[in-house]
Each structure stands twice: as structure tokens, then as C-alpha cells.
């Protein structure tokens, strides 16, 4: 189970209530793949696909394609605000990573 920190689902709310689609699903996709592992972005859905796989967190309800759900079981989404900015950070423990190529992930 994906968990929605209770900070990140306050500030979900607040953007979904801007966009007056209260429908809208949080989609969780594949953004790219570094040293770290698989990096995942996060976008707003109104739609389902055939192989999705959706679920509810904290009162957001969230999508994302099969094969991500199988690799991204146990994650969190939370909220984040310091001296850098603020913005959605995603956690997923299976995430591996580590590729040893980077020279900069030690």
C-alpha cells in the first residue's frame, strides 16, 4: 500500500479543489531511471486505463500502470517546504538503485 503522508494529502485537496475536478486521481508514472533507480513523476487523471491499478490513500485516490504498482508497493508520497523549496517527494524502498556508475551514489 502506497501511503499519502497526511501533509501531502492537505496540499492534494487544496490543488484539486483549485482545478474543481473533484474526480481527478493522482497518477503515479515512470519518469526515468538514474544511479538511484527508478525515478517517478507525479501528474493529476481524470482517466483510467485498461491495465491500471487504482487505490485510495488519505482520502486521494491514486492510479498508476500495473507494472509500477508490482515495483512500488510500499511507498509514500509526502510534502516537503525548506531553505530549497517545496514540492512532492516520492519514497519507494524497492526502488533499488546503486548502479556504481555515477561514481557519486556511495
Do not use: W
Amino acid at each position: 500500500m502506497i501511503e499519502v503522508t497526511d501533509r501531502a494529502a492537505a496540499e492534494l485537496k487544496t490543488l484539486i479543489e483549485q482545478e474543481e475536478k473533484p474526480e481527478l486521481a493522482l497518477r503515479i508514472f515512470v519518469a526515468g531511471v538514474a544511479c538511484s533507480g527508478i525515478q517517478y513523476g507525479l501528474a493529476f487523471d481524470d482517466e483510467t486505463k485498461e491495465d491500471d491499478v487504482t487505490m485510495e490513500s488519505n482520502g486521494i485516490k491514486l492510479v498508476m500502470a500495473k507494472d509500477i504498482e508490482r515495483n512500488f508497493s510500499e511507498g509514500s508520497i509526502d510534502f516537503i517546504e525548506d531553505e530549497n523549496g517545496k514540492g512532492f517527494l516520492i519514497r519507494n524502498p524497492n526502488a533499488g538503485g546503486g548502479c556504481g556508475t555515477c561514481g557519486g551514489c556511495h
